[in-house]
């Protein structure tokens, strides 16, 4: 009788029969009783799902408007330091040439000068390494150093870290 038990629950023809005959008997029979809670059930699963969907959302919506806000801010600094840059040669070629030209060669190669003997090479070397430089530095130097950088680079990475040793 045993093998004959287990050869039934083996057989797919039982198998098919369990599936699609009994299992629906039985829950047509039973599912007055478990509607009830499987309803219950439901909602709770969806508003589980529900909840989980509107904190990622709400994760990612903030990610994404402070990417935006970023990309905005690099951006509106690339148009500045565009703007910058395109400014100068459009003064020289509106002012008379010989005297203005004068007048910043020689301002531009004080200022300079100026900044070459507290940093050698200072118009050579990145924002990153002029950085360790600025520390030991006394507050004249450090203006000086600002006043040349706002003239020509405008590094805000170098003049943040001037700013901070200022104050």
Excluded: C
């Excluded at 509607?35 to 959302?57: D, K, Y």
């Excluded at 990309?71 to 600094?77: G, K, T």
């Excluded at 020689?106 to 000068?113: D, I, M, P």
Aim: hydrophobic fraction near 40%; proline fraction near 4%.
């Amino acid at each position: 009788m045993a093998s004959s038990a287990s050869d039934s629950a083996v057989d797919p023809v039982e198998q098919l029969l369990n599936l699609f005959l009994y299992a629906p008997i039985g829950l047509f029979s039973k599912g007055s009783e478990a509607l009830p809670e499987l309803v219950e059930r439901g909602r709770t699963q969806a508003s589980n799902a529900r909840v989980i969907g509107q904190f990622a959302l709400g994760a990612t919506n903030a990610k994404a408007r402070k990417s935006l806000s970023d990309a905005e801010a690099h951006f509106q600094e690339f148009l500045r330091i565009v703007g910058e840059s395109a400014r100068p040669s459009s003064k020289a070629s509106e002012s008379s040439p010989s005297s203005s030209s004068t007048k910043k060669a020689t301002a531009g190669a004080s200022v300079n000068h100026g900044v070459e003997d507290l940093i050698k090479d200072y118009d050579n070397l990145t924002a990153a390494q002029i950085l360790p430089f600025l520390a030991p530095l006394g507050a004249e130097q450090l203006e000086r150093i600002e006043t040349y950088e706002q003239s020509q680079r405008a590094r805000k990475t170098v003049l943040n870290r001037l700013r901070q040793l200022r104050s």
